[in-house]
């Protein structure tokens, strides 16, 4: 069974950064394909960023292209989510996911979700 744990959550003013951070464990991490996911209070759940077991390609929402950066490290079964540039409508809960396959297919498994607040 795979487990991810998310680190890297918190309280940011508008314009600022945060780096979060999903270790696997349990699992082959670097077969499989890692994305992140967020939702916000009342809203569904929405894809982020997905990244390839190779680290390319990588996939990104039209809504942070430019300011968010996915990226993984496959010695440390860890995949980052840079965050710059922050805007209030990037509060939500992020969830890290191991996709079923190389790329962005079908999410299997998920994180417990880290909180992301950013204050105008």
């Known amino acids: 069974q795979v487990q991810l744990v998310e680190s890297g959550g918190g309280l940011v003013q508008a314009g600022g950064s945060l780096r979060l951070s999903c270790t696997a464990s349990g699992g082959a991490f670097s077969r499989y394909g890692m994305g992140w996911f967020r939702q916000a209070p009342g809203k569904e759940r929405e894809i982020v960023a997905a990244?390839?077991?190779?680290?390319?390609?990588?996939y990104y929402a039209d809504s942070v292209k430019g300011r968010f950066t996915i990226s993984r490290d496959n010695r440390k079964n860890t995949v980052y989510l840079q965050m710059n540039s922050l805007k209030p409508e990037d509060t939500a809960v992020y969830y890290c996911t191991q996709f079923a396959g190389s790329n962005w297919s079908s999410p299997k498994y998920w994180g417990q979700g880290t909180q992301v607040t950013v204050s105008s």
């Open positions: 990244i390839s077991w190779t680290g390319t390609p990588t």
